[in-house]
């Protein structure tokens, strides 16, 4: 291959690899923020278990105190029944002691129940807990992996960009120029041709141009101008002499066997 067409595609080889190493590095910090909004939900769901516990804590602080407050009436409407006059005051009194002390029970079992609400998250929260500790210890290791991988990457960038450099300066600036124009607009500059066809844009050649390619010459594509080369190693290797195929070779056939043999 002429040694111009040789540096172009060892250039357009460079440049695709920088390319793809560049995607790769943006893709980097998706997974940092994959693993960092797995913990933020782990988080949140921990911080709401969390909220609905002490949620529950001070409606049971609550209850206690409204709880004490009807027994002390309670007591309180008893002592008052031994200075009773009349048979309807007792009885209004009674009325009052079995309000407060129905009061005291209801409040008493929403207590309970409260209780075992607060027993039932509780498993949840430690589980809850733990997983935000495991992400947060995932998050960490993905971290220091993908700094690992994006040094690797800017080693590779830079050393890439250093054999881009001086490919560059081995090729004609006319070549060149024609060569980044392509690339911006095209994603490649030149590319192989492959029985007889544009690999860039699978447009058909004519005979000449295939021809003028075999020569070793560098052409543009007619349809998308990229420039066209053809690599004689890529071209598939010619068929070993086969040997002159016999008639009913190859097939099973079972020559009847002629009598008494
Ligand atoms: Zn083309």
Redesign the pocket.
Known sequence: METHIDNLVKLQAVELERAGLNQALRALPGEVALAESALAAAQGKSADISSALSREDSLRTRLEREIAGHRQKAARFRTQLDTVKTPEQAEAIEHEIRFETAEADRLEEEEYASLERSEAQEPMLAAAREQVESLAEALEKTQARIELRRREFAAQLASLDVERESLRKLIAPEWLSRFDRLCASRGTGI?PAENQQ??????GLRPQAWNELREGQLIA??????L?YWDPAMAPAPKAPQPEAIPGAGRAVRRPRSAGA
């Open positions: 590319v544009c690999t860039g844009c699978r447009m594509c007619d349809s998308c101008q990229r066209l």
